[in-house]
Nanobody, 125 residues
């Protein structure tokens, strides 16, 4: 049984930073691309970032590029998202999930699974 746990969210002022973590068990973590997605109330889940199975390639949504950095530690089955220069529009529940593939492809949310409970990020203005 795959278990996914996101952590690291919280309340932060605009311009601040947070580091999210996602720990996965029950899965050959290193075989799959991993992604961070977020969902604000009343909105669809959107892709934030994706990283390939080796970590050699990373992808970012236009709204976070240059501010967020995704990384992974395959030895410890952990995914991270360093978020800097946070903005109020970054407020959302953040989720991590694994792709069915080792590469990110178009990294649509529908191609990912094994979502955790999420971690709430709230950025005040």
């Amino acid at each position: 049984q795959v278990q996914v746990m996101e952590s690291g969210g919280g309340l932060v002022e605009a311009g601040g930073s947070l580091r999210l973590s996602c720990t996965v068990s029950g899965l050959n973590f290193g075989d799959y691309a991993m992604g961070w997605f977020r969902q604000a109330p009343g909105k669809e889940r959107e892709g934030v970032s994706c990283i390939t199975w080796t970590g050699s390639r990373t992808y970012y949504g236009a709204s976070v590029k240059g501010r967020f950095t995704i990384s992974r530690d395959n030895a410890n089955n952990t995914l991270h998202l360093q978020m800097n220069s946070l903005k109020p529009e970054d407020t959302a529940m953040y989720y991590c999930g694994n792709s069915r593939e080792s590469l990110c492809g178009n990294w649509h949310a529908g191609d990912f699974g094994n979502w955790g409970q999420g971690t709430q990020v709230t950025v005040s203005s």
